[in-house]
C-alpha cells in the first residue's frame, strides 16, 4: 500500500485519475484507488457508496469493488449501516477534534524526521504543489485543490523513512479526507489554508526539524476550525 500511494503522481492525484496497476490483485488496485480518493475528498462525508455505480466507473466486476469496500468498513473509512447500505461516516465535532490531535503529534513527528532528509529538487516540488492548491482555491476546484495537498503532505510523510508512522497517518487521512470538502464551505477559508505551508517549505529548506514540527501542527490546527463548525455537534 505504501509502495502504491508513492507511485502516484501529482497529476493523477489532483484530478482523481489514479490508474489501476496491472502488477497487483485486482481487489488491492480497487482498495487501493477507493482509499486514495477518500484521502483527497472525491467522496463527501455521508454519501452513499454504491457497489454497482462503483463497479461500472472502475471497470471491474462487482466482487473486487465489494472486497475493497469491506477492508475500508474495517478501516473505520466507511461505514455499514443498518439498511445494508455502505456510507463514508460523518464525524461529530468531537471525534474530528480527537483525529486532528493525533495527526498533529503523528505528522508533525513525520515531518521533523524528514527535515534534513528532503532533495532541494523534493521541496520545489512542494512549492510547486502549494501554487497549484492555491489556483485551483481560487479557482473553487475542491477535488484538485485536496489532490494537491494530500501529495504535498504525502511526499513529506514518506520522506520521514518510517513505514510504521506513515500507515497510521494514512490511516487517519483516510477517515479526515472527505471532511477536507468542508474547506470549500468558502474559498477564502481555502486560500488562506495555503499560507502555513510557506512556513513548512522554509522550515525543510533549512533542515530544522523542530520548526518543521510545528508548521505542519500549525497547518493542521488552522484547518481544523473551517471544518468543525461544519460538523454536527
Not at 497487483?24 to 487501493?32: F, H
Not at 443498518?82 to 515531518?111: D, F, M
Request: net charge negative; aromatic share 4%; hydrophobic share 50%.
Amino acid at each position: 500500500m505504501i509502495a502504491r500511494l508513492a507511485a502516484i503522481t501529482a497529476a493523477e492525484t489532483a484530478n482523481g485519475d489514479v490508474a489501476l496497476a496491472d502488477s497487483e490483485p485486482l481487489n488491492g488496485r480497487v482498495y487501493a484507488k477507493l482509499r486514495a480518493e477518500l484521502m483527497t475528498g472525491t467522496f463527501e462525508p455521508g454519501e452513499i457508496v454504491s457497489i454497482r455505480s462503483l463497479a461500472e466507473r472502475l471497470g471491474t466486476s462487482t466482487m473486487p469493488v465489494r472486497e475493497a469496500l469491506n477492508r475500508l468498513i474495517a478501516d473505520r473509512a466507511l461505514e455499514a449501516r443498518a439498511n445494508r447500505t455502505i456510507a463514508v461516516p460523518v464525524i461529530t465535532r468531537a471525534g474530528y477534534v480527537a483525529v486532528c490531535e493525533v495527526r498533529q503529534a503523528l505528522e508533525g513527528l513525520a515531518a521533523a524526521r524528514a527535515a534534513g532528509r528532503l532533495e532541494p529538487a523534493t521541496i520545489d516540488r512542494l512549492e510547486a504543489f502549494t501554487r497549484a492548491m492555491a489556483d485551483a482555491a481560487a479557482a473553487n476546484e475542491p477535488h484538485r485543490y485536496l489532490g494537491y495537498n494530500t501529495e504535498f503532505h504525502l511526499t513529506i510523510y514518506r520522506a520521514a523513512d518510517n513505514p510504521v508512522l506513515l500507515d497510521m497517518i494514512e490511516k487517519l487521512w483516510v477517515r479526515a479526507g472527505p471532511l477536507m470538502n468542508y474547506l470549500f464551505r468558502t474559498v477564502e477559508l481555502a486560500t488562506r489554508s495555503v499560507t502555513p505551508h510557506e512556513a513548512v517549505i522554509a522550515a525543510l529548506r533549512r533542515a530544522d526539524g523542530e520548526a518543521a514540527r510545528a508548521a505542519i501542527q500549525n497547518d493542521i490546527g488552522d484547518a481544523a476550525p473551517g471544518i468543525i463548525e461544519s460538523l454536527p455537534a
